[in-house]
């Protein structure tokens, strides 16, 4: 009877892992066919989603000159290949709601409260990233490279290279505009400090013009539309931290003291029972 009794915790245990094993097997295939369903329903569109992707080189491009595919399959997977990651993209909402269901019941209330705002916080700085890139960055990044070569050579980019590299930039603006989020992160943890941060100000800014060296053309005007966004993200994100941590370390407290209160209250109601 013992070792049965022994044995329940290990059961009890290995049902928890089967079923969370579950959802989360359940929540990935959510994912999988609201990614899949986006895809389908914008595959249709898919020449002219490259037609506008490829807009900011396109309208720059010498009289006479067009993108080329100098690969044979080409013409049909690069603008699958774009559908499918603007499927991803346009799912993000969606995938990160179903990843805050799965974390979400093994989270405090106080962290609750930190974590819905930063969830969407990232969201739209992801995006606004994104957006900045193609509106402000390419105009500036290919004005310059279509502008520099020789005379006598046509620029005439591959669809598949020149998908290849706006994806890529694409991913390190959204990232780089999560740097408030990272930072905010950074302090809640207990890792660093608003103070610390402070303090680093003027480290800091060189390191945001030297990202901006490295991912922009050599010019000084470029190279500033990215470094200053970054300085001005990272102060944003110093400046939520005076708030959110803040508030997080006040409703912590108040947690604290409501379960030492409640369990003073279970304590004298048994003592009260007892007499």
Same mark, same amino acid.
């Given at each position: 009877?013992?070792?049965?009794?022994?044995?329940?915790?290990?059961?009890?245990?290995?049902?928890?892992?089967?079923?969370?094993?579950?959802?989360?097997?359940?929540?990935?295939?959510?994912?999988?066919?609201?990614?899949?369903?986006?895809?389908?329903?914008?595959?249709?569109?898919?020449?002219?989603?490259? $037609?506008?992707?490829?807009? @900011?080189?396109?309208?720059?491009? *010498? *009289?006479?000159?067009?993108?080329?595919?100098?690969?044979?399959?080409? *013409?049909?997977?690069?603008? =699958?290949?774009?559908?499918?990651?603007?499927?991803?993209?346009?799912?993000? @909402?969606?995938?990160?709601?179903?990843?805050?269901?799965?974390?979400?019941?093994?989270?405090?209330?106080?962290? &609750? &409260?930190?974590?819905?705002?930063?969830?969407?916080?990232?969201? =739209?700085?992801?995006?606004?990233? +994104?957006?900045?890139?193609? =509106?402000?960055? =390419?105009?500036?990044?290919?004005?310059?490279?279509?502008?520099?070569?020789? /005379?006598?050579?046509?620029?005439?980019?591959?669809?598949?290279?020149?998908?290849?590299?706006?994806?890529?930039?694409?991913?390190?603006?959204?990232?780089?505009?999560?740097?408030?989020?990272?930072?905010?992160?950074?302090?809640?943890?207990?890792?660093?400090?608003?103070?610390?941060?402070?303090? !680093?100000?003027?480290?800091? +800014?060189?390191?945001?013009?030297?990202?901006?060296?490295?991912?922009?053309? @050599?010019?000084?005007?470029?190279?500033?539309?990215?470094? +200053?966004?970054?300085?001005?993200?990272?102060?944003?994100?110093?400046?939520?931290? !005076?708030?959110?941590?803040? &508030?997080? /370390?006040? #409703?912590?407290?108040?947690? /604290?003291?409501?379960?030492?209160?409640?369990? $003073?209250?279970?304590?004298?109601?048994?003592?009260?029972?007892? #007499?």
């Amino acid at each position: 009877m013992s070792m049965q009794e022994n044995s329940l915790p290990d059961q009890d245990q290995e049902q928890t892992l089967v079923s969370h094993l579950v959802e989360l097997r359940q929540r990935m295939m959510r994912i999988v066919l609201i990614v899949l369903a986006v895809f389908l329903g914008l595959f249709y569109f898919a020449n002219d989603l490259y $037609e506008y992707l490829s807009a @900011p080189l396109t309208a720059l491009l *010498p *009289p006479g000159t067009s993108m080329i595919a100098t690969d044979v399959t080409s *013409p049909f997977f690069a603008p =699958f290949k774009l559908t499918l990651v603007t499927a991803i993209f346009a799912a993000i @909402p969606f995938i990160l709601h179903q990843v805050w269901g799965f974390i979400a019941p093994g989270l405090y209330n106080h962290e &609750k &409260k930190v974590a819905v705002p930063l969830l969407v916080s990232s969201i =739209f700085l992801f995006y606004a990233g +994104i957006a900045f890139a193609y =509106f402000v960055v =390419f105009p500036l990044i290919f004005g310059f490279f279509t502008s520099v070569g020789p /005379e006598n050579v046509a620029v005439m980019t591959d669809i598949s290279s020149y998908l290849n590299f706006v994806l890529k930039l694409f991913f390190a603006f959204g990232i780089v505009f999560e740097i408030p989020i990272a930072t905010l992160l950074l302090i809640w943890s207990g890792a660093t400090t608003a103070q610390s941060l402070t303090s !680093k100000r003027a480290y800091v +800014i060189v390191c945001c013009f030297v990202v901006g060296m490295l991912l922009t053309p @050599p010019d000084v005007i470029s190279q500033s539309l990215l470094a +200053i966004p970054m300085w001005l993200l990272f102060e944003l994100g110093i400046l939520l931290s !005076k708030v959110f941590v803040r &508030k997080s /370390e006040d #409703d912590e407290m108040d947690e /604290e003291l409501e379960a030492a209160i409640q369990e $003073e209250n279970e304590q004298h109601d048994s003592q009260s029972k007892n #007499d």
